[in-house]
C-alpha cells in the first residue's frame, strides 16, 4: 500500500517562495504518478499539477502555469512542488495524490499561507 506524507508548508509573505516535498513509500517511486491539489477553506479541492510516472511529463492549472514547478527524484522517493511569486490565492491545504494502477492514495496535507 502506498503512503505519501507531504511536508513543507508554512507562512509566507506575497511574493516569497517555498518548496514542498513528498515523501512516498510503500510502493517503487518509478512506477507511480503523482499529483499537488489544493483546497482553499469553502472552495472545492483543485488539481494543480501533476508528474507521470516514466517519462516525467509534467502539467499545470492556469493559476500556477510559470510560477510552481513539479519534479522527482526517484532516488529519494520524494516529489516536489516549488512555488514561486506566491499569492494570497495560493493560500490552502496542499495534497499529494499517488497513482498506481487503479489505485489512489492521499497524504494528509499542508497548509501554505501567504500573508503579509
Known amino acids: 500500500q502506498l503512503q505519501l506524507v507531504e511536508s513543507g508548508g508554512g507562512l509566507v509573505q506575497p511574493g516569497g517562495s517555498l518548496r514542498l516535498s513528498c515523501v512516498v513509500s510503500?510502493?517503487?517511486?518509478?512506477?507511480?504518478?503523482v499529483g499537488w491539489y489544493r483546497q482553499a477553506p469553502g472552495k472545492e479541492r483543485e488539481g494543480i499539477s501533476c508528474?507521470?510516472?516514466?517519462?516525467?511529463?509534467?502539467k499545470y492549472t492556469s493559476s500556477v502555469k510559470g510560477r510552481f514547478t513539479i519534479s522527482r527524484d526517484n532516488a529519494k522517493n520524494t516529489v516536489y512542488l516549488q512555488m514561486n511569486s506566491l499569492k494570497p490565492e495560493d493560500t490552502a491545504v496542499y495534497y499529494c495524490?499517488?497513482?498506481?494502477?487503479?489505485?489512489?492514495?492521499w497524504g494528509q496535507g499542508t497548509q501554505v499561507t501567504v500573508s503579509s
Open positions: 495524490k499517488g497513482v498506481s494502477g487503479p489505485y489512489e492514495y
Open positions: 508528474i507521470s510516472s516514466k517519462e516525467n511529463t509534467t
Open positions: 510503500g510502493l517503487t517511486m518509478d512506477y507511480i504518478a
